[in-house]
Structures are given as structure tokens and as C-alpha cells.
């Protein structure tokens, strides 16, 4: 069936250094991804997001590489702060199907 | 405000009854989504709504739990006889549908419903 997977269920890095999360996904049909953050007692939160015709996209401190040959995704975040403590979901969707199947997710420390 | 919201944020009940979950969606977003979350889990798809028609349902979505958008814009999640596998948090989510495709869906801050 469907699913989308992370390799890491916890990642620990130190204050102002770069973290990279990667996911893996199943479905070949999958066309849309996403990434969000979730900070404990709260819903996900949009980071990112890219469509199957790309394979980077860039915001603000944050980079998703998308490997359509591999099924691979990766969320990098740079200069990494405090605030981004949280567990980190991707999330893939097949245009027509409009749901988002998510991952397991992966917790995210930053070390002082 | 102008996220999406959800209420009651926490719902405590006893095995058996019968609870209702509300959700306003931001409000030009025509699409509605729910969404289960079990501790230390992503969130699991149950149900969507485009405007005020339930266009797809999952099979977690058993014949205990109804959803309804009557109007197209706030919508109401019931669970009858709830059970303790029933506890969980129940997302919301909305998002603008537009030709292009899919879009950004934004979650509101979820109920946690705990079964004792």
C-alpha cells in the first residue's frame, strides 16, 4: 500500500549547525510533497512544500530536495535555532486523491 | 484569528458515549480534511468535505464515526459509543482547491479525546 517513511526517528544537532531529515515514500503516483513541523499540544505546521515537476525549492532558512529516481526526500534546515525543536513530518499526495499520507515523523533536538 | 479552529481543544468521556467535534475552517477554503493522530504517529486521512459534500472517506472511518459540513463551512466530527482505541487527537485541515491542483493544507490545533 501507500506510505511514507523516515529513515531517522530522532535527530540531535547543535545550535547554529545545519540539520538534513530525509523521508523515503512508496507510491510512484505520489506528485505533491510536503513538510511539516509539530511542536507538542499543536497541529503541523506548514514548512514546505514541492510539486513532482521539481526537484529543490527553497524558503526561508529551509531547502527540500525532492529524488522522484529514488523515492527520496529531504528537509535541510539551516543555522538551526532553538524554535526549531519539533518533530518533523513529511507527506506525499497523488493529485487526484487530495489526501496526504504522513510518515512517522522525526523528532528534532537542538543542543545548546 | 484567521486559522483554522477547532473545539473543544480536550474531551474526556467514558466508554460508550457519544461525542461531537467541531472544526471552522479558514474561511475561503472550500476544502475540509480530517485527520486522527495517535501518539508518536503522523496524522492518518479519515475524511474530506469540497464545500458541503463528502467526497471521500477512509476505511479507519468506521460506521461509528459520521462527519458532517452542512453548510459548507464549519464541520462537525461525531463518535458513537466510543471505545478506548477511540483516543487519540482528531485533526482538522483546510485548504483552497483551485484547478492547478493540490494546495497547502493548514491544520488547525487538533482535540485530544481521551476514552476511560
Known amino acids: 500500500g501507500e506510505s511514507v517513511g523516515l529513515h531517522l526517528p530522532t535527530l540531535s544537532v547543535q545550535e547554529g549547525d545545519n540539520s538534513i531529515i530525509n523521508c523515503a515514500y512508496s507510491?510512484?503516483?505520489?506528485?505533491?510533497f510536503i513538510w511539516y513541523k509539530q511542536e507538542s499540544g499543536k497541529g503541523p505546521q506548514f514548512i514546505i512544500d514541492?510539486?513532482?515537476?521539481?526537484d529543490k525549492r527553497q524558503g526561508q532558512r529551509v531547502t527540500v530536495l525532492l529524488n522522484k529516481t529514488v523515492k527520496h526526500l529531504s528537509l535541510q534546515i539551516a543555522a538551526t535555532q532553538p524554535g526549531d525543536s519539533a518533530v518533523y513530518f513529511c507527506?506525499?499526495?497523488?493529485?487526484?486523491?487530495?489526501?496526504?499520507?504522513f510518515g512517522q515523523g522525526t523528532r528534532l533536538t537542538i543542543n545548546p | 484569528d484567521t486559522g483554522v479552529s477547532q473545539n473543544p481543544r480536550h474531551k474526556i468521556t467514558k466508554r460508550g458515549q457519544n461525542v461531537t467535534f467541531r472544526c471552522d475552517p479558514i474561511?475561503?477554503?472550500?476544502?475540509l480534511y480530517w485527520y486522527r493522530q495517535t501518539l508518536g504517529q503522523g496524522p492518518e486521512f479519515l475524511t474530506y468535505?469540497?464545500?458541503?459534500?463528502?467526497?471521500?472517506k477512509s476505511r479507519l472511518l468506521s460506521d461509528r464515526f459520521s462527519a458532517e459540513r452542512p453548510k459548507g463551512s464549519f464541520s462537525t466530527l461525531e463518535i458513537q459509543r466510543t471505545e478506548q482505541g477511540d483516543s487519540a487527537m482528531y485533526l482538522c485541515?483546510?485548504?483552497?482547491?483551485?484547478?492547478?491542483?493540490?494546495?497547502?493544507?493548514?491544520f488547525g490545533p487538533g482535540t485530544r479525546l481521551t476514552v476511560l
Open positions: 485541515a483546510s485548504s483552497l482547491h483551485e484547478t492547478s491542483g493540490l494546495n497547502e493544507q493548514f
Open positions: 507510491n510512484s503516483a505520489s506528485d505533491y
Open positions: 514541492i510539486r513532482s515537476n521539481m
Open positions: 507527506a506525499d499526495a497523488v493529485q487526484g486523491a487530495q489526501k496526504l499520507v
Open positions: 474561511s475561503e477554503h472550500n476544502r
Open positions: 468535505f469540497q464545500n458541503e459534500a463528502q467526497l471521500e
